[in-house]
């Protein structure tokens, strides 16, 4: 199982990114994916998920309604649209696996099986 994220950078306030997961070694329809995001000094929190079996999402209350999960079975990759950045959204940000299927509560970020190596987003002006 590998997870790879792209997709990072640099981008001004109120502008977008999309990230990218590129998953190999497992069908995405197996599991949920969550992208996660850590900044300095700071916890790693869950920022949304995509359930394996029927596309269901989560997100958390800080980018819902700015931020879009979604993915494309046949390249086997997640995608995080990330719009109206804030400067608060900097951080690393990483796609893992759930356990199984179904999205684990965003809060839950230790149970998380497989983690890529993260991608670095800086928002700045």
């Known amino acids: 199982v590998q997870l790879v994220e792209s997709g990072g950078g640099y981008v001004q306030p109120g502008g977008s990114l999309r990230l990218s997961c590129a998953a190999s070694g497992f069908a995405l329809a197996d599991y949920g994916i969550g992208w996660f995001r850590q900044a300095p000094g700071k916890e790693r929190e869950g920022v949304a998920c995509?359930?394996?079996?029927?596309?269901?999402?989560d997100y958390s209350r800080s980018v819902k309604g700015r931020f879009a999960i979604s993915r494309d079975i046949a390249k086997n990759t997640v995608y995080l649209q990330m719009n109206s950045l804030k400067f608060e959204d900097s951080a690393v940000y990483y796609c893992a696996t759930d356990v199984g299927p179904v999205c684990a509560p965003l809060s839950l970020t230790s149970i998380r099986d497989y983690w890529g190596q993260g991608t670095l987003v800086t928002v700045s002006s």
């Open positions: 995509i359930s394996g079996h029927n596309e269901a999402t």
